[in-house]
């Protein structure tokens, strides 16, 4: 791709933001777990992001319906868009969930947290953080008191940029709340200094706005993180353990063939982020973990404690799924 800031290239880029806006509409009323044909119908709120590619490789592979689900897969701007939906059971599993937030939500006595399957673990530059080309930010340390976009506020974001700029003794930023579809424009308008982008919306602003990687938010202290996971309620593992055990299964089969074939999700992204075969190619994939791991949740609760983003010591291990 170009890296070029024409009015072509805003316009591609206005184009597929625009296609990305539409698409991800809220969830609506409806979600349930019906059996269909013999089939149990489950809802899914999920993500346009690399991180949901597994639950797209489960329903385009036939792994769902092997385990006899009918899966109804419904995109949303931010994952915490579908906790109230997922808490009056409207919304069986959100997909690509950001464990930040949820393990908040849990502590909070918001949500009766439990997770079916690991989505994703952080790895080098499926995150990154972007400022204008022209930008008179050079070095991470000058992102003190910048004001730097973010998707939701007190996230995974914030948490691993906060870790790594701690780590380089740099000084930290000011966030703002930013869908990723509206970063690139918020960027090139100059309401902010930097965003904190993910894939695919970080390769799209790179290419699209000539945009410039300052820092690579999956360096240091995040690589490796357990970034996002597909959740549900502890009343929804009770009451259908048949099929959250299925679920699970389904979508650890796609992980593992996400993680063995990185050309599989490359041609699964199209399908459900609108991003063009030609990005799909070029866009740096995060690690896709076969089984959930409590030592490694474990890692993000600590450093989740560090910056009192949890003030007691939670032990993730009763919260997998059996």
């Known amino acids: 791709m170009a890296l070029c800031r024409s009015r072509s290239g805003r316009t591609r880029f206005a184009a597929f933001t625009a296609v990305v806006a539409l698409m991800v509409a809220g969830c609506q009323d409806g979600g349930g777990s019906a059996t269909d044909g013999g089939r149990q119908k489950l809802t899914v709120a999920a993500l ?11 329903r385009d592979r036939g792994l769902f319906a092997k385990e006899g689900l009918d899966v109804d897969i419904r995109p949303v701007q ?18 690509s969930a950001n464990y930040v937030t949820y393990l908040q939500a ?11 399957a690991e989505g994703v673990r952080i790895a080098p530059h499926m995150m990154d953080v972007l400022v204008s080309k022209d930008s008179a930010i050079r070095t991470p340390a000058d992102l003190a008191g910048k004001k730097v976009a973010v998707a939701v506020l007190n996230n995974i974001q914030s948490l691993t940029l906060n870790a790594i700029l701690d780590a380089q003794g740099a000084g930290r930023p000011v966030y703002r709340q930013i869908l990723f579809p509206q970063m690139g424009p918020a960027l090139e308008r100059d309401q902010v200094d930097a965003v904190h982008a993910v894939e695919p919306f970080d390769t799209a602003i790179q290419g699209e706005l000539g945009a410039r990687v300052l820092l690579d938010a999956g360096s240091g202290p995040a690589l490796g993180l357990s970034a996002s996971g597909y959740v549900t309620t502890r009343a929804f593992t009770q ?4 099929a959250a055990a299925g679920f699970r299964r389904a979508v650890e089969a796609a992980s593992k063939i996400a993680a063995e074939d990185p050309r599989a ?16 190619r070029s866009i740096h994939l995060p690690t896709y973990p076969v089984t959930a791991d409590a030592a490694q949740l474990r890692r993000l609760v600590r450093l989740m404690r560090e910056q009192g983003l949890l003030k007691k010591n939670l032990d993730p291990a009763p919260l997998l799924a059996p």
Do not use: C, F, M, W
């Open 265 to 280: 999700v490359r041609t699964e992204l199209p399908k459900y982020t609108k991003v063009t075969a030609d990005q799909a």
């Open 239 to 242: 009451k259908y353990p048949k």
């Open 78 to 95: 931010q994952s915490i868009q579908a906790l109230p939906a997922l808490i009056k059971g409207q919304v069986n599993v959100i997909a």
């Open 106 to 116: 849990y502590e909070k006595g918001t949500l009766d947290l439990r997770i079916l």
């Open 48 to 58: 346009p992001l690399t991180d949901s590619a597994a639950l797209y490789l489960a």
